[in-house]
């Protein structure tokens, strides 16, 4: 398995830190916060190509299944599934854990899940209609993990790594953005309501890029919650969710009986 072993050219000790006490998720108003994420005209006319850039790419089979091909030769995924098996897995990863699990955590913070994720919307479209990341830039990923305190970032680190430098890049942006220089900082801050949440980040990557073995960094209600964290135990790596999606149906047909039927999630087929 593939992983930079190199120490790091960023030196986050040396950089100015921006003041974190608060986010400003806890602390401004919510009409300020949406004029914060949406940015100026600029900002939106880039968000919007990037959403056009993400919905062409989704009748790109070929870039996805090479960047499979890349994760299967590094030993991160045994199988590749279908395309079909993909979609249905999609799905079943969105209602069965990332939904739930982040109603539930944000629930836990006392905030509204619906505002949380129109705040998500307008910081960047594009990531909210990715769930596997697999139609998705590497700024679009990068992006997506600094604007939510993940269930278990290893997910993404391992979707990255599908790129060339993509890991070297999100240490870079987390770095930036702890330095107040990256230029999403403000939207993002705007958006995550854990002010040791980058910070911790960085240190993981940097864990990660040393030993993908290391221990992943679970938010606190997958941790503390047997449910979501026996799915978390399938969805949250890239091995996991690909084994589980290549056990999903391959016809279409087959398709639609599994989300009809299945209504919750199906521990018999999940990753051990």
């Given at each position: 398995?593939?992983?930079?072993?190199?120490?790091?050219?960023?030196d986050?000790?040396?950089?100015?830190?921006?003041?974190?006490?608060?986010?400003?998720?806890?602390?401004?108003?919510?009409?300020?916060?949406?004029?914060?994420?949406?940015?100026?005209?600029r900002?939106?006319?880039?968000?919007?190509?990037?959403?056009?850039?993400?919905?062409?790419?989704?009748?790109?089979?070929?870039?996805?299944?090479?960047?499979?091909?890349?994760l299967?030769?590094?030993?991160?995924?045994?199988?590749?599934?279908?395309?079909?098996?993909?979609?249905?897995?999609?799905?079943?990863?969105?209602?069965?854990?990332?939904?739930?699990?982040?109603?539930?955590?944000?629930?836990?913070?006392?905030?509204?899940?619906?505002?949380?994720?129109?705040?998500?919307?307008?910081?960047?479209?594009?990531?909210?209609?990715?769930?596997?990341?697999?139609?998705?830039?590497?700024?679009?990923?990068?992006?997506?993990?600094?604007?939510?305190?993940?269930?278990?970032p290893?997910?993404?680190?391992?979707?990255?790594?599908?790129?060339?430098?993509?890991?070297?890049?999100?240490?870079?942006?987390?770095?930036?953005?702890?330095?107040?220089?990256?230029?999403?900082?403000?939207?993002?801050?705007?958006?995550?309501e854990?002010?040791?949440?980058?910070?911790?980040?960085?240190?993981?990557?940097?864990?990660?890029?040393?030993?993908?073995?290391?221990?992943?960094?679970?938010?606190?209600?997958?941790?503390?919650?047997?449910?979501?964290?026996?799915?978390?135990?399938?969805?949250?790596?890239?091995?996991?969710?690909?084994?589980?999606?290549?056990?999903?149906p391959?016809?279409?047909?087959?398709?639609?009986?599994?989300?009809?039927?299945?209504?919750?999630?199906?521990?018999?087929?999940?990753?051990?």
């Open positions: 398995m593939a992983c930079a072993l190199t120490p790091s050219v960023y986050f000790q040396t950089m100015p830190a921006v003041d974190v006490g608060v986010t400003d998720r806890m602390s401004k108003n919510p009409w300020s916060l949406v004029r914060q994420t949406m940015g100026d005209r900002a939106r006319w880039q968000k919007v190509a990037q959403l056009v850039r993400v919905l062409q790419s989704y009748g790109d089979t070929a870039k996805v299944e090479a960047r499979l091909e890349r299967r030769r590094l030993g991160y995924i045994d199988e590749v599934p279908a395309r079909t098996q993909r979609i249905v897995g999609a799905l079943d990863m969105m209602r069965f854990f990332i939904v739930p699990c982040a109603a539930d955590y944000y629930a836990t913070k006392g905030l509204d899940f619906r505002f949380h994720t129109l705040l998500r919307f307008l910081d960047d479209p594009a990531s909210l209609i990715d769930p596997t990341g697999f139609n998705s830039t590497p700024g679009a990923i990068i992006g997506h993990v600094m604007q939510v305190v993940h269930a278990n290893q997910y993404d680190f391992q979707l990255l790594e599908s790129f060339e430098d993509g890991l070297e890049q999100m240490e870079h942006q987390v770095v930036e953005l702890l330095a107040g220089v990256h230029p999403r900082s403000r939207s993002i801050l705007s958006i995550v854990d002010p040791s949440y980058h910070a911790r980040l960085l240190e993981h990557i940097r864990e990660f890029r040393r030993d993908p073995n290391v221990a992943p960094l679970l938010r606190d209600n997958v941790a503390n919650t047997p449910e979501f964290a026996a799915i978390e135990r399938t969805f949250g790596t890239v091995a996991g969710a690909m084994r589980y999606f290549a056990k999903m391959r016809t279409t047909m087959g398709a639609v009986r599994h989300l009809l039927r299945v209504r919750t999630f199906p521990h018999d087929v999940a990753t051990a």
